[in-house]
Nanobody
Framework: QLQLAESGGGLAQPGGSLRLSCALS????????FAWFRQTPGKEREGVAY????????DYGTSVEGRFSISRDNAKNTVYLQMNSLKPEDTGVYYC?????????????????????WGQGTQVTVSS
């Protein structure tokens, strides 16, 4: 059974960095495209970063572009989100989401409907 497990969250100071990991088990990474989303109380789930199956197509939410970087390591069955120059508004629960190649993509890569598999989330808090 497919499972996604996020890790790497925690407390960081403004301007600091964190690296989140999303480990896939029960399936092979190369068949999935991935996205990271985040959610804060009272707000809708926000798309943060996207990576295609090949890794050649990458997209970022406007609020994180230039600061965050998504990557994948098929050999380790893991997707990463490197977060630099963190800001207090980056605080939230970060979720990893995966869509199998057979699942039709949405027009917008950050449409949550396009992902059939979700992790439990990891808390990121940016505060001094």
């Amino acid at each position: 059974q497919l499972q996604l497990a996020e890790s790497g969250g925690g407390l960081a100071q403004p301007g600091g960095s964190l690296r989140l990991s999303c480990a896939l088990s029960g399936a092979t990474l190369e068949y999935y495209r991935f996205a990271w989303f985040r959610q804060t109380p009272g707000k809708e789930r926000e798309g943060v970063a996207y990576i295609s199956r090949s890794g050649r197509t990458i997209d970022y939410g406007t609020s994180v572009e230039g600061r965050f970087s998504i990557s994948r390591d098929n050999a380790k069955n893991t997707v990463y989100l490197q977060m630099n120059s963190l800001k207090p508004e980056d605080t939230g629960v970060y979720y990893c989401a995966a869509a199998h190649a057979r699942q039709p993509p949405q027009q917008e890569v950050f449409n949550p409907v396009g992902y059939g598999n979700w992790g439990q989330g990891t808390q990121v808090t940016v505060s001094s």
